[in-house]
């Protein structure tokens, strides 16, 4: 045998040079993306131009952490949150729901309200902010559901 490097070295060596670079260029560095730019980590912004809201802790989703605050709200608008992943919507007086704000069709996150509808800018799908059902396409399933408790003037992760 010589001392050089046989094919089975060449080929293993190329391949890992490449996947590096590719897994990379495919991560996520856990920061904003360009549609979430004006959605502050850790605060609720409202769809309809609304300032961010000071909510108190807002955590991973669990143990009742304050999300937001009732008055944050208006009747017919949402608040779209980072950390949680979570948009609550008010479709009508008092009545709050909590969604994922991953859309289902491939995974962007919904940023804001058009036509009364959650919207997904990475290709316009719509979803509907009293049960999340896909309005218009391309996604065909809902988003997911996110619990929430009402306390007081509290919107709590249920």
């Not at 080929?11 to 959605?39: M, Q």
């Not at 912004?45 to 809201?53: F, Y």
């Not at 007086?93 to 309200?113: K, M, S």
Request: net charge negative.
């Amino acid at each position: 045998m010589t001392s050089g490097l046989n094919r089975r070295q060449a080929l293993v060596g190329a391949a890992a040079g490449v996947s590096v670079p590719l897994l990379a260029a495919c991560g996520s560095d856990g920061g904003s993306t360009a549609t979430d730019a004006n959605t502050p980590s850790s605060a609720a912004t409202s769809a309809s131009g609304g300032s961010g809201s000071d909510s108190g802790g807002s955590g991973s989703g669990g143990g009742g952490d304050v999300l937001a605050k009732t008055a944050d709200i208006e009747v017919g608008g949402a608040v779209f949150l980072e950390e949680p992943s979570v948009v609550i919507t008010q479709p009508t007086e008092g009545d709050f729901h909590g969604f994922n704000r991953t859309c289902t069709h491939q995974q962007c996150p919904v940023t804001d309200l058009v036509d009364g509808n959650i919207h997904c800018a990475c290709h316009g799908s719509m979803f509907s902010t009293t049960d999340g059902s896909p309005v218009e396409g391309p996604a065909t399933s809902p988003l997911a559901g996110f619990a929430l408790e009402v306390k007081g003037g509290n919107i709590l992760a249920g």
